[in-house]
């Protein structure tokens, strides 16, 4: 019950200091990840313009940084907000989209890492692979994974993430059927979303965003990833559940986790979150 309570307290606390989030993000899923930071209560901004992102950043509670559509610019920009960001310890989170598919995207990761502190890293379970040194297949933004879930696979993650967090010092959260979210000690996992989730775009970018917006209000990246990640699979599932009971598709999905995160409350959260502390 006491992991529910600081996800109540943090979503409590959010809408009510309303915290500007700082977004340099992909044009793919921008509205989405702008609507989904207001919908949970936060502010956003999507400004990635070299001249203004010091600026910008220097007014934010945190910084989301999401590689999906790269170019140089978006790259320079990245960098020297991260680097405001650090000055003033703003969290940031990195949404590492798509690495190992090039090496172009990969290297740029890397960087992003290097030179940067970030405070939590979200990827599906073959980007966190990849910046973790291993042999990941990347198609797109999906993962390619084989098999079932079963416990050892569970464990595999389990480990890669904790290492993964205690070498770059910062929360990894490995989304999936299983999502994983730890600080190189402690390790949570959440039971809750549904396959249908990946039928559209943006919920992996929209789930950074909202691991942005509770970092924003929060001195505890562990617990702030949690959030976002609870946050987005009790949605999911809320989602899937109402398309199917009036016989829609994932036009509707979308619609219908928009309304899921503006009507999450403490009841909802208590009632279907499924997390466990490995």
Known sequence: MERYLKVIDLLAKLREEKPLVHHITNYVTVNDCANITLAIGASPVMADDINEVEEMVSMASSLVLNIGTLNERTIHSMLAAGKKANDLNIPIVLDPVGVGATSYRTGTAKRLIKELNISVIKGNISEISTLYGMD???????????????????????????????????????????????????????????????????????????????????????????AGVLSMGIVGEIAKEKIGISHKGTGSLKVEIMDGIYNLNKDIITKRGKVYEK
Do not use: H, P, W
Not at 147 to 155: A, C, H, K, P, T
Not at 160 to 180: H, P, Y
């Open 136 to 226: 990941a297949r990347t198609k797109g933004v999906d993962a390619e994974e084989s098999g079932d879930v079963s416990e050892n696979d569970i464990q595999s993650k389990i480990e890669i993430a904790k290492k993964l967090a205690s070498n770059l010092n910062c929360v990894i959260a490995i989304t999936g059927a299983i999502d994983i979210i730890t600080d190189g000690i402690k390790v949570y996992t959440v039971e809750n979303g549904d396959v249908i989730m990946s039928r559209i775009t943006g919920t992996g970018c929209m789930c950074a965003s909202l691991i942005g917006s509770f970092c924003a209000v929060s001195s505890n990246a562990l617990e702030g990833a949690l």
